[in-house]
């Protein structure tokens, strides 16, 4: 073995120790912040869920209602102002917390991509037995759950913010997340994710309570929820009127995936609203009171 040879070998195998290290700081980490409460904000001592970051329920004794489902590692603040102005619009409104979520991420363990589904399925079939007109409304995550949803039962109207198609690419990843995740995820069991609001508007960031910390395994179960959007979710039922409002700005989701749900939707009657100033969270954002607005017109239609 020559000089050059050995020299490969010991670089080698310092990245790989490097690696090792970097991996177990990472579950170290994230274990202790996942057990110790791993929140951004204070939760509330009698129902310990994210102060304001509760479920919201406006019923009015209206024919009509909006589901919306929020982001994953988030809460129904995602929406803003949303649910307000629904109400005003003349809709009750219905934003649950996903399994697992607005509580503490020890409360995800085990959660997966099944339990996600049933669980936001539930209130939508709750939704569909009482009220003449239901429309599904997706925040991140909860838009590729939005979506799934749709094409098993149709909904009067679909809206789509930001929705999950993809993880926006970075150069530094070298190859795309969805290929780093497996080789990773049987060697991580937390990890953490620090502050985790992608807000551009400062103010506001202290607005969207999230988990600081997650165990791994509810990656996988966001992965598996976009794998089904679109592998097994039937996209030419998708022919109810949709609205998608995205952000150029969105540092977590892929515009250009969200870009070709969109198309693939067979509906004759698709809108897609697109601002430049807002990251991902963009019902809190530089143009969130256009992007609520758009979302009232839209639902607004006859």
Request: aromatic share 6%.
């Amino acid at each position: 073995m020559n000089v050059a040879t050995v020299r490969k070998l010991k670089a080698l195998l310092a990245l790989a120790a490097l690696a090792a290290a970097a991996v177990l700081v990472i579950n170290v980490v994230g274990c202790a912040a996942v057990h110790r409460g791993g929140t951004s904000v204070p939760r509330d001592p009698d129902t310990g869920i994210m102060q304001g970051g509760g479920p919201v329920r406006i019923e009015g004794g209206r024919p009509r209602a909006c589901l919306l489902l929020h982001g994953w590692l988030t809460t129904p603040a995602d929406f803003g102002e949303l649910p307000q102005r629904l109400d005003e619009a003349g809709w009750d409104v219905h934003a649950p917390l996903q399994v697992g979520h607005g509580t503490r991420p020890a409360d995800l363990v085990g959660v997966g991509a099944d339990g996600l589904l049933d669980g936001a399925r539930g209130h939508y079939l709750d939704l569909l037995a009482r009220y003449d007109e239901v429309a599904l409304v997706g925040f991140s995550m909860g838009g590729t759950m939005a979506t799934v949803l749709a094409a098993e039962r149709p909904p009067a109207r679909l809206v789509l913010v930001n929705p999950f198609c993809a993880v926006r690419y970075r150069w530094y990843y070298v190859l795309p997340p969805r290929w780093w995740w497996p080789v990773l995820s049987p060697v991580l069991r937390h990890v953490w994710r620090g502050r985790g609001v992608h807000v551009n508007r400062a103010e506001d960031r202290a607005r969207i309570p999230t988990y600081t910390a997650f165990p791994a395994s509810i990656a996988d179960a966001l992965f598996e929820l976009r794998r089904r959007m679109r592998r097994e979710a039937d996209l030419d039922a998708l022919t109810m009127p949709a609205l998608l409002v995205c952000s150029t700005g969105d540092d977590v989701c892929a515009v250009s995936a969200a870009d070709g749900l969109f198309e693939a939707m067979p509906s004759a009657d698709k809108e897609k609203v697109v601002f430049s100033r807002s990251n991902h969270h963009l019902l809190h954002d530089h143009d969130a009171d256009a992007a609520v607005e758009a979302v009232v017109r839209f639902l607004g239609q006859e």
